[in-house]
């Protein structure tokens, strides 16, 4: 059977990564609205009402306008705005989070794609309080650099106008009321709020991002080689996982495998543990694609599972 796909909001660049990706595919038909019918409600919801599963690149208010107009009980969803990602009727689309999440996925009717700063936050995180090596309440920071078009329409278009004037590095957020704090906080099993300053950095996509950890204050300090053996733990044990655990070298003080571009154009992340056991700190390194595993392909890995297709149907890993 063919599932039919509408991409509302299919202009934008996470919309035009997906319908890319979705190219080709035998066993979807991808609907499609036309450009001057882009603003008609009403065509909207015909396509939306038609769809098995209508994927929303919209801003929050514009995607809960499209929820609403889907009067059927059939069609499925998945958002990659912000509306609906700590919303309890949906399931959050990031599949390794944990063994059981993939199937949660599978069988949801709504989800929202996560974003993609909070990717790499719990990707590190989560194993470590799950397994007990960080306490829920350890007063994380976060920080990273991401490619400008992490920064929607605005940002591309600020940052391609400037061309050589453009800012090389420029943190933001630095109110910490980001809203992917709350999406944060949620997923890594914290109870605390992360103090979260994220970066952009003048190049298109991709990105590094960190977790600094000052572990001596804790009753029982993890060394790195704990730290990493829950991580990959972790991640070993989910099927058709995009995420891989570097080897850990202690030794190690630099690599070019943390350049925020080395997995461009793929839905791959690969996390590495940092640590001097001696000064009880470590760091955790998330690199991956603001544009895939941030976004379009994370969303494509979620309508695979939504269509009982292989995982990696149309991902580049």
Not at 250 to 276: C, E, I
């Amino acid at each position: 059977m063919v599932a039919k796909i509408f991409i509302d909001g299919e202009a934008g660049t996470t919309g035009l990564q997906i319908r890319e990706r979705l190219a080709g595919r035998r066993d979807l038909e991808v609907l499609s609205i036309s450009a001057d019918k882009r603003k008609d409600q009403d065509e909207r919801k015909r396509l939306l009402n038609e769809a098995d599963v209508a994927i929303l690149c919209l801003p929050d208010d514009a995607a809960k306008e499209s929820v609403s107009l889907i009067e059927n009980g059939s069609t499925r969803v998945i958002d990659a705005s912000t509306a609906f990602r700590v919303h309890p009727d949906w399931a959050y689309g990031f599949a390794e989070m944990d063994k059981a999440q993939s199937a949660v996925i599978a069988n949801a009717r709504f989800v929202a794609n996560p974003g993609c700063w909070p990717q790499g936050l719990i990707a590190n995180v989560r194993p470590l309080i799950e397994a007990g090596l960080l306490p829920a309440d350890y007063a994380l920071s976060y920080n990273g650099i991401s490619g400008y078009t992490g920064g929607g329409k605005a940002m591309i278009g600020e940052y391609e106008a400037a061309g050589d004037a453009a800012s090389h590095f420029m943190p933001y957020g630095l109110t910490f009321q980001h809203k992917h704090v709350p999406e944060m906080t949620a997923y890594t099993g914290t109870k605390v709020a992360p103090l979260f300053v994220p970066t952009v950095g003048d190049f298109a996509q991709g990105m590094t991002t960190f977790v600094p950890l000052q572990l001596g204050h804790l009753a029982k300090v993890p060394s790195g080689k704990d730290l990493h053996a829950a991580i990959a733990d972790h991640f070993a044990a989910i099927p058709d996982s995009f995420v891989a655990v570097a080897p850990y070298d202690p030794s190690l003080g630099k690599t070019p495998d943390l350049d925020p571009q080395a997995h461009n154009d793929t839905n791959t992340m690969t996390l590495h543990v940092f640590a001097n056991d001696a000064r009880a700190q470590a760091v955790l390194v998330a690199v991956y694609d603001n544009l895939g595993k941030g976004a379009s392909g994370a969303a494509v890995q979620n309508l695979n599972l939504m269509l009982g297709v292989s995982a990696k149907e149309s991902l580049a890993a």
